[in-house]
């Protein structure tokens, strides 16, 4: 078959019926069929030479790092404890010149993790290569959605909470002992590799989310533009994102996860909801989203319009400060944080927040509806110094008496 250099019409008007399709797919909140996941994972085990695995379900990707790690922290305490300590017989500094050995590399407490589920579609499926320019540019078309923005976000928010519960569990008597023995440096060694597993385990698990990009544009291409292909393999590819959730695959051992019980989007596609999860699972495992920032449980289970001004005072990361600053409004903040006028012309105010609210000083124009009383408040540059300068501002150069007659 020869390369296709570009589509018919009638090809690309199939583009958003196979996106659709898949995005459908991958945003599904529908429980998974147990007995049919058991199946599939099963079936890509074998079709890899490998024996049945025992299969554990879990509700959410939270409660499987759970029983990696969190359920097995102990175990792992007593694999470190001989390599580590015999080893600590020797003098101080070749103690310190073998801190790498040490740790590297972690005990697997599940056995060796696989990731044959991605070989599935990265051996060769295609009996005919597709042109390198135009399969790229159809994945970019495909994904135009950003549909694996929430399992990127998601991430960044359970990762941080596995590694706070971990350390939570360093915290005990047996790992304090461990602890004064092999001394701050290998301690910190030891954190750091906790961390680097934590991410390997991740990276290498079956995320049918994320891989659904590949599959619409495989799709696609397999049945829309007609390339040959390895059918088999296809399909064991399909099973995995249609009936599993998250899979964490090791050699005897294979943890599935359920589906989220919600996902909720702005009108972009982002994660976000207001006073309650973006992404909820049956287990109560919950993360906070607006429009696309991940918040913290302090912030998210409250609707923005109860959120207050003085937060902005103690909240130190400055991406959280935006949010709360966009969820809150500017015409609440000038109330509620006494902001000082600096000049007015009309019914406009200019204004400054002399808090430290935000990296750099916030001066703000104040309109006041004349009819309604209804106060508006927009974030000007600083270096505007009066009204005037600041309607200008806003109205895109256009001075007020002109905007006015405009209007």
């Known amino acids: ?180 023995r092999i001394g701050n440096r290998l301690w910190f060694s030891l954190k750091k590799r906790l961390e680097s597993h934590i991410e390997n385990v991740y990276y290498k698990c079956w995320q049918p989310d994320k891989k659904a990009t590949s599959a619409s544009v495989h799709d696609f291409y397999f049945k829309v533009l007609n390339f040959d292909y390895d059918v088999k393999k296809f399909q064991y590819y399909q099973s995995l994102i249609t009936e599993c959730g998250w899979i964490f695959a090791f050699e005897k051992v294979a943890i599935v996860c359920d589906r989220p019980l919600h996902l909720r989007f702005d009108n972009q596609n982002r994660l976000h909801a207001e006073g309650e999860p973006a992404i909820e699972f049956t287990d109560g495992y919950s993360l906070y989203s607006y429009h696309g920032v991940t918040l913290p449980e302090k912030y998210g289970k409250i609707h923005p319009q109860q959120w207050q001004s003085q937060w902005l005072l103690t909240e130190e990361n400055a991406e959280l400060r935006r949010v709360l600053i966009q969820g809150i409004g500017y015409a609440r903040i000038c109330q509620e944080l006494q902001a000082i006028e600096l000049d007015f012309w009309k019914e406009y105010s200019l204004l400054k927040i002399d808090n430290d609210v935000d990296e750099e000083p916030i001066y703000l124009l104040k309109m006041t509806c004349p009819s309604t009383g209804f106060i508006h408040a927009l974030r000007v540059p600083p270096e505007i110094k009066s009204a005037r300068e600041a309607i200008c501002w806003v109205n895109w150069g256009i001075e007020p008496e002109e905007f006015a007659i405009q209007t």
Not at 40 to 56: H, L, N, R, T
Not at 98 to 115: M, S, T, V
Request: glycine letters at 2%; charged letters at 30%.
């Open 1 to 180: 078959m020869s390369l296709i250099e570009k589509l018919t019409p009638e090809q690309e008007a199939l583009i958003p019926v196979y996106r659709e399709k898949w995005r459908a797919i991958a945003l599904s909140t529908e429980r998974i069929d147990r007995e049919k996941a058991a199946e599939v994972v099963k079936v890509a085990y074998a079709a890899f030479s490998f024996e049945d695995p025992e299969i554990v379900f879990c509700d959410s990707p939270y409660a499987a790092f759970t029983k990696i790690f969190l359920d097995k922290i102990d175990q792992l305490k007593q694999k470190f404890e001989f390599s580590i300590i015999s080893r600590l017989n020797k003098s101080s500094r070749s103690r310190i010149k073998r801190q790498q050995q040490f740790f590297q590399p972690l005990p697997e407490l599940l056995g060796k993790q696989i990731d044959f589920f991605n070989e599935l579609i990265e051996s060769p499926i295609f009996q005919v290569i597709p042109d390198t320019k135009i399969f790229t540019d159809f994945y970019l078309e495909l994904d135009s959605n950003r549909w694996d923005d929430g399992h990127r976000l998601f991430y960044r928010h359970l990762k941080p909470e596995l590694i706070i519960k971990i350390y939570e569990k360093l915290q005990n008597k047996p790992w304090e002992k461990l602890h004064n």
